[in-house]
């Protein structure tokens, strides 16, 4: 005979020791009710013996599976402010039957969330309960860009498109290969002055992505003698070595028909390039890892690698996914926090927003994150107005139709005046020529919130006129007067140092582009 949900509910609760033999069973159904309201029911809430909460939440279908998690967060925060406990004295476990479509909203709850969820597969037999404590796979499939692309110029736009028509040819007989081709256009006045392209106007960036190495490798038929020295003679970075070994053989079927100049350069520096040149979004995909049918990446991880996210650009990020596929949100999660590792503040509310999703939701988040305040503050002197100003709009349609939208912004937290940016950029780096090798190499870019805190500046997400602050899985909305707290009011309270930045980048070059450096730095 099938057990009811609430049979198997009071069969746990009556064996707890069972299951954990250091919890006592509080109540079963135990009724949180908050003061506006809202109320809910704990499916087992039990104590250990030094007070610590255990939330138990059982699911026995198949339906609904995301919500189970989602009431976890919920009950959570609700004992939190019931019982004026801290959420760190909180365990939170989750118990299912069947665990066929409850693993992967699981698997990216726990990636994400502030505090850990446990889960635990649960069979009966002969009135006997085994528990399965839930492991999560980690493997996960290679989407990451080769560490060097190429960057190929020629002087017309019709030598380009024969180089592209090249590039395909190869592909279609090599089809193991897997690359994406961005044209950019690098004749740009406000650049010629620093980075001369000597008439090579018309570029071609080429990255390259996993793909079967030796099968590729056989069949480029290119002796590791003639594409090595370009790397370390024992080089073991297969995404590498296939597309040093490519491009041997691109170049020479260049050789001798089309004129072009070539440079091989750091993953890390397509931000940079993308700073000074216009780069075409609409991108040139070959292998099957972007073919639309592919079971490896889907349109949106294209997407995903166009708009330069996983290494190609550091500053911008925008994606969709539905939480109908629970494997894609998993995907989107880990990138969005990759993305936003030194944003702790926008982090903190997406991942919130996030966690709260419906079952039927469609999510869209866009982001430009440069990270980068003091390059801010020199746009303003330049132009009065910056390029860096950080945005993030995220909208969630719900399955009534009904479209919910947050935006974020760089705010000043409340005037003030600041002075000695320069002493502040010590403290913060710990030294300029710190600084100036955090806008060379990107290592230190986490520096760069605290130094916006410092100035008094703060990522605010908004929705309407009101900020959202999360603080122990709470959401309150504050109101927000967005004429006091805008950056203009940073700026005109701060003359002096928007002075102070002038004369940093004149001293160091770093108007430009270019660092400089003086002997006594080193």
């Not at 498109?161 to 044209?183: C, P, Q, R, W, Y």
Request: some cysteine.
């Amino acid at each position: 005979m099938k057990m009811t949900e609430a049979e198997i509910r009071t069969l746990i609760a009556q064996n707890i020791k069972g299951f954990d033999p250091k919890l006592e069973v509080i109540e079963e159904e135990f009724k949180v009710e908050m003061d506006d309201g809202t109320r809910g029911f704990i499916d087992i809430l039990a104590r250990d013996e030094f007070g610590y909460l255990t939330i138990i939440e059982l699911k026995k279908s198949r339906v609904s599976e995301r919500s189970a998690i989602q009431q976890l967060f919920k009950y959570s925060a609700m004992l939190k402010e019931y019982l004026s406990i801290s959420q760190e004295k909180i365990r939170r476990v989750i118990i299912s039957t069947d665990w066929r479509e409850l693993k992967a909203p699981f698997a990216e709850s726990s990636a994400n969330a502030d505090y850990p969820i446990d889960g635990y597969k649960l069979s009966i037999s002969n009135g006997q309960l085994n528990y399965e404590k839930v492991v999560l796979a980690t493997e996960e499939i290679d989407r990451d860009p080769a560490i060097k692309f190429h960057l190929f110029k020629f002087s017309t736009q019709e030598d380009r498109n024969k180089a592209l028509g090249m590039i395909e040819e190869i592909s279609s007989d090599i089809t193991e290969l897997n690359l994406l081709v961005f044209k950019i256009e690098l004749d740009q006045p406000k650049s010629e002055k620093f980075f001369v392209h000597s008439n090579y106007g018309f570029g071609l960036i080429v990255t390259f992505f996993a793909c079967p190495y030796e099968k590729a490798l056989e069949k480029l038929n290119i002796e590791p003698i003639d594409y090595m020295p370009y790397g370390s003679i024992h080089c073991s970075n297969n995404k590498l070595l296939v597309s040093l070994a490519f491009n041997v053989k691109f170049t020479r079927s260049l050789a001798n028909i089309i004129d072009y100049r070539y440079e091989l350069e750091n993953l890390d520096s397509f931000s940079n390039y993308l700073s000074w040149y216009p780069v075409d979004n609409n991108y040139i995909s070959f292998g099957k890892m972007f073919s639309k049918a592919s079971i490896f990446m889907s349109k949106d991880d294209v997407l995903r690698h166009a708009n330069g996210v996983s290494g190609l650009h550091s500053y911008y990020f925008c994606e969709r996914f539905s939480t109908k596929n629970p494997a894609d949100s998993m995907v989107f999660r880990k990138s969005l926090s990759n993305f936003l590792m030194f944003n702790k503040e926008w982090l903190k509310i997406t991942n919130y927003l996030l966690n709260n999703l419906s079952d039927d939701d469609d999510v869209t988040v866009s982001i430009f994150n440069p990270l980068n305040v003091i390059a801010l503050i020199h746009d303003y002197i330049s132009s009065k107005e910056s390029l860096r100003i950080p945005e993030l709009h995220i909208e969630i349609k719900k399955s009534s139709g009904e479209i919910e939208s947050y935006r974020g912004a760089l705010m000043c937290e409340g005037r003030g005046i600041f002075s000695g940016v320069i002493d502040k950029i010590e403290e913060t780096y710990g030294s300029i020529k710190n600084f100036k090798l955090r806008l060379l190499n990107h290592k230190t870019p986490n520096k760069d919130e605290d130094l916006s805190t410092i100035l008094g500046l703060k990522h605010f997400v908004m929705k309407d006129d009101k900020r959202l602050i999360v603080g122990d899985g709470v959401l309150e909305l504050a109101d927000i007067d967005l004429k006091k707290v805008g950056l203009n009011v940073f700026f005109l309270d701060n003359i002096q140092v928007i002075d102070e930045v002038a004369r940093l980048y004149d001293k160091h070059g770093l108007s430009h582009g270019i660092v400089q450096f003086f002997p006594e730095e080193f």
